[in-house]
């Protein structure tokens, strides 16, 4: 989820469509926009926070319910529930939904850094070809 935010206000016009079309199913728990679309699958860059994001998140998870800070998920509710709904759903406890939402905020620091090193490169991919379609002309296509 935070990384959908990211690309939402990203200045990279790609990016930034994408983020904006995923952080709807994104919020639902559908990533497969922004891991094929991103495309996260061949970008060594946001690949291995991909990995390492949600590791974090369920070890921190585990350590606030393991001191009491919120409580345990004891009911099981449908797959593609909202987050947020989620959290409640499950212990039927506010404090789950302030934690889930902490943990996106979280994900947003952690990806933070390296999405912007993703987006200087999408940036520059993209001005890169707006240049070449700017120094496209017909006079250099033989139509005979």
């Known amino acids: 989820m935070g990384l959908a935010i990211l ?3 990203s200045k990279s016009t790609h990016l930034k469509s ?4 995923s952080v ?5 728990g559908i990533n497969e926009p922004i891991i094929f679309g991103g495309p996260i699958v061949f970008n060594p860059i946001l690949a291995i926070l ?11 998870t585990y350590f606030a319910q393991k001191i009491g800070f919120i409580t345990c998920g ?9 987050f947020f709904a989620q959290a409640y759903l499950s212990s039927m406890d506010i404090r789950n939904v ?12 952690i990806y933070y850094p390296f999405f912007k090193v993703y987006e200087g490169n999408m940036i520059k991919k993209e001005l890169e070809e707006a240049n070449e379609d700017e120094d496209f002309s017909f006079d250099e296509i033989d139509f005979a």
């Open 98 to 109: 302030i934690f889930v939402c902490a943990l996106v905020l979280i994900s947003i620091v």
């Open 18 to 21: 994408l983020g904006r079309l």
């Open 7 to 9: 690309m939402a206000k």
């Open 74 to 82: 004891y009911i099981v509710d449908p797959s593609f529930t909202p």
């Open 50 to 60: 991909f990995i390492i994001t949600p590791i974090i998140s369920v070890s921190l």
């Open 24 to 28: 709807i199913p994104g919020i639902c």
